[in-house]
């Protein structure tokens, strides 16, 4: 078993609301990258900038995630977020995640660029930033954007990036194709699929 100094932790931060490849390829890819041990995907309750917005109930969320990360054995999914009242401020789960892990864990959050690059709007940002790296997954040809440029230059060796072809794919567009009756295969995982079919999720005929 590792020291608890060894530990190099990912979280996967994110709605999933479906969790598709685009995901599991970006999580597989900083694993790789930063060497890390495990991901943790971690869906959140209330995404903090989405109050008014509707997502899909938190169980079929964790139940996507749990059936879409169930071949990767160093894939796991936490019901931090899910069941925490409030909204999900990433500042919280990270306070938590460090009681459990310990002082010299190293975190790393993983997310899509565009949350990622919000970063300086976020509750308690230089707290965040101090307690964890951050890894922007961003679609290949992406242009580094000021606001990565001004993140680097403000926490130095704090804020990353990892290019992910499959970010292609996108959980608006898989809920637009299912509700336009267009196939949703080798978007996601074959279970996942099912899942949504099974209980009616983006459909209008609900
Ligand atoms: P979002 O606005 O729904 O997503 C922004 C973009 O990033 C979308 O293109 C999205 O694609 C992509 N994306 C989201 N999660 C991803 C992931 N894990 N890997 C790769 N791409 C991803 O973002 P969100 O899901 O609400 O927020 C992302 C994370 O940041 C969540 O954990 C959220 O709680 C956290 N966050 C925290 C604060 C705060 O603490 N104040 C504020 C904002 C966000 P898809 O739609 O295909 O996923």
């Known amino acids: 078993m590792k020291s608890e100094t060894e530990v190099r932790l990912g979280i996967m931060g994110g709605t999933?609301?479906?969790?598709?490849?685009?995901?599991l390829?970006?999580?597989?890819?900083?694993?790789?990258?930063?060497?890390?041990?495990?991901?943790?995907?971690?869906?959140?309750?209330?995404?903090?900038?989405?109050?008014?917005?509707?997502?899909?109930?938190?169980?079929h969320r964790y139940l996507m995630a749990v059936l879409a990360t169930i071949t990767n054995p160093y894939f796991d999914v936490s019901r931090i977020e899910l069941d925490r009242d409030g909204i999900s401020y990433t500042i919280d789960t990270l306070r938590a995640l460090r009681q459990v892990y310990g002082s010299t864990a190293k975190l790393h959050f993983?997310?899509?660029?565009?949350?990622?690059?919000?970063?300086?709007?976020?509750?308690?940002?230089?707290?965040?930033?101090a307690l964890c790296y951050f890894i922007a997954a961003t679609r290949p040809g992406y242009q580094l954007s000021d606001q990565l440029l001004k993140l680097q230059k403000k926490y130095p060796?704090?804020?990353?990036?990892?290019?992910?072809?499959?970010?292609?794919?996108?959980?608006?567009?898989?809920?637009?194709?299912?509700?336009?009756g267009k196939p949703i295969k080798y978007l996601l995982p074959e279970p996942v699929e099912y899942y949504i079919y099974k209980h009616g999720l983006y459909s209008l005929k609900k």
Do not use: Q
Not at 16 to 23: A, E, S, V
Not at 30 to 53: C, G, I, Q, S
Not at 110 to 129: P, Y
């Open 157 to 180: 060796n704090r804020v990353f990036r990892v290019e992910v072809p499959a970010l292609a794919i996108s959980s608006t567009g898989i809920r637009c194709r299912v509700r336009e």
């Open 16 to 23: 999933f609301d479906p969790i598709h490849y685009g995901h």
């Open 110 to 129: 993983i997310s899509g660029a565009d949350a990622i690059l919000d970063l300086l709007s976020w509750k308690d940002v230089d707290e965040l930033l």
């Open 25 to 59: 390829v970006a999580a597989e890819a900083a694993r790789a990258a930063f060497e890390l041990d495990n991901v943790l995907f971690v869906p959140n309750r209330l995404p903090p900038h989405k109050k008014d917005y509707p997502v899909s109930e938190p169980k």
